[in-house]
């Protein structure tokens, strides 16, 4: 049942924002948050444009060449019998379901169907093991797990009376249910209740770069309305076809593969590969006509490393999250298509904060200005004062947007530490000019002092980035007796090149041009890989420990050790 009050007042937010979306001063200015006090996406917002909408809302390609399209009514009827067979099997709302599926409709359907049943999701990627999946059933108090018949045996180490349903297999042994099943469900959905704006919606487990997950609590409002801005950041508009590249149970797939372009009324484009191949993703956009595309800085940089020419359409916009883009990818990639990459920032915790919206003046390295609806100051790093020029990026709570968490869900010091002094404070680093953008710095553990000048990673292996030898970088402080710390650089070389103290001396005299005396790389190893966390962030932790350990195969500035 459809609420047609909340669901013209969304619209009308919404349509602001399409208006304005090159006129990014009348959107910040004028844009207000719609607020809510009972709001259900999937029923107020999807039922109602996928009634009689025959446009495709959902469209899979598989590396073999198979593919699948599902228009929003369709979703809309099969959300319906998804739910209504989940409500059979003792779904009530409240009740925590883990999905734990890949790129495939029955992700969707399950996500449409437990908002309509007002029951709480735990995204989680396919590539969980049982030590995981342990922590996010006991943690996340999981009732229901549904997930791919490939994945069903990493449960049997996984205890608690939870249903379990598998998808894309019959019931592979007692106590699984099929999927297959929901088909002989009701097309005809009734809630058994209104949904309270607060109610909570999602409960994701970040990626853990420097500690142990969280667990962050979202509601029926702060990801489905909040991405709003998403939206407004990417340059959605109805009728694009979208290809967001991200992991399904990471916050950056229900960013750009959920929300923001349903919220335009966008299709939703997802190519499905086993190994990366940067020809055929590019063969694949041109053939289906993608307009908006965003993508890690993982898959950029691999992008570059291909022949871009190839793409004969490129997309109209671009975008680029997970981690702060180096301005060297932005270049390539704007010399091969003509369309500027616009970076943006934000986290698990909330929606975009700070990007690079369509039509503005770029200004190289910067992610942006504040997104609208959000009120973004610098906390000074030593007073706690906002207004800094320089310091922790954080949001003004006495105008809390909408796109904001609850908190850390069963974490109430956590959330107080995070929300204190009337701020939420996200823990990373920036600096602003006298324009207003905000220029990414690094992670406040990331940060570090040498010779009592204060280090950027970031800043750093953006410069290593420039040189033809590396393909990624990852910097992190060494101990030294003289300056307490100096610079160490972890390289990923390109083809053709060869560790050793020619390809060190080549990328030291480099940075010796690029980079003042006091940011200089003073030690380099070579690796094959950066460790990352599954979502694809740099765990520079694990990096930072490895240096303290200490090792052989080094090189020095002037030499090998």
Not at 33 to 54: H, K, M, Q, V
Not at 423 to 450: E, H, N, P, Q, W
Not at 528 to 539: D, N
């Amino acid at each position: 049942m459809t609420d047609k009050s909340v669901t013209e007042e969304f619209r009308a937010a919404r349509d602001f924002l399409l208006r304005h979306r090159e006129d990014y001063e009348a959107a910040y200015e004028g844009f207000s948050w719609p607020r809510f006090e009972r709001f259900n996406w999937a029923l107020d917002w999807f039922d109602a444009i996928a009634e009689g909408n025959d446009r495709t809302a959902l469209h899979i390609t598989e590396e073999d060449g198979d593919e699948q399209r599902f228009t929003y009514a369709e979703l809309s009827a099969r959300s319906n019998q998804v739910a209504n067979w989940l409500r059979e099997q003792g779904v009530a709302p409240g009740d925590r379901i883990l999905v734990m599926l890949g790129n495939q409709v029955e992700l969707w359907e399950t996500a449409l169907a437990a908002m309509k049943l007002r029951a709480v999701m735990i995204p989680a990627t396919p590539l969980l093991g049982t030590v995981d999946l342990r922590d996010r059933i006991e943690r996340g108090r999981a009732r229901h797990v549904i997930t791919r018949g490939e994945d069903v045996e990493k449960f049997a180490g996984v205890p608690g009376t939870y249903t379990r349903t598998v998808v894309g297999a019959d019931a592979p042994s007692e106590g699984w249910l099929s999927y297959t099943d929901t088909a002989s469900a009701t097309q005809d959905f009734e809630p058994d209740g209104p949904t309270a704006a607060d109610d909570p919606l999602m409960l994701y487990f970040t990626s853990g770069t420097t500690s142990q997950p969280k667990l962050v609590e979202h509601t029926h409002v702060s990801y489905p309305v909040g991405h709003l801005a998403t939206m407004y950041w990417i340059g959605l508009k109805p009728g694009d076809v979208h290809l967001n590249i991200s992991s399904p149970g990471w916050a950056k797939h229900a960013w750009s593969n959920l929300f923001a372009p349903w919220n335009a009324e966008a299709t939703v484009f997802i190519y499905n590969y086993t190994r990366f191949d940067a020809g055929r993703l590019m063969a694949e956009m041109d053939r289906v006509g993608v307009t908006s595309f965003c993508a890690p800085p993982t898959v950029w940089r691999m992008l570059i490393q291909a022949d871009l020419g190839q793409l004969g359409t490129p997309p109209r916009e671009i975008v680029a999250a997970g981690e702060p883009l180096n301005p060297e990818v932005i270049e390539a990639v704007n010399r091969a298509w003509g369309v500027v990459i616009r970076d943006g920032f934000g986290q698990t915790e909330t929606a975009v904060q700070v990007a690079n919206s369509p039509g503005q003046r770029l200004n190289p390295g910067s992610m942006g200005r504040p997104s609208p609806g959000y009120r973004v100051t610098l906390l000074d790093p030593i007073t706690g004062e906002p207004g800094a020029a320089e310091g922790e990026i954080s949001l003004d709570l006495s105008a809390r947007p909408v796109g904001l968490m609850t908190g850390y869900h069963g974490d109430a010091e956590r959330t107080a530490e995070a929300m204190a002094d009337g701020y939420y404070r996200t823990g990373d680093i920036g600096s602003l000019d006298a324009d207003g953008y905000l220029t990414y710095v690094g992670r406040s553990d990331d940060v570090f002092k040498s010779s009592d000048y204060k280090v950027s990673p970031f800043e750093l292996e953006s410069a290593l980035l420039e040189h033809e030898a590396v393909v990624e970088a990852a910097v992190v402080p060494a101990p030294d007796e003289l300056r307490l710390a100096v610079p160490k650089a972890y390289v990923v070389l390109a083809k053709g090149w060869v560790p050793g103290e020619e390809t060190a001396e080549a990328i030291f005299a480099y940075t010796r041009s690029v980079l003042a005396p006091y940011k200089r790389i003073r030690r380099i190893e070579f690796t094959e890989e950066l460790p990352k966390t599954i979502s694809g962030k740099i765990r520079r932790v694990d990096l930072r420990e490895r240096t303290a350990e200490g090792s052989l195969d080094e090189w020095m500035e002037r030499g090998k050790r």
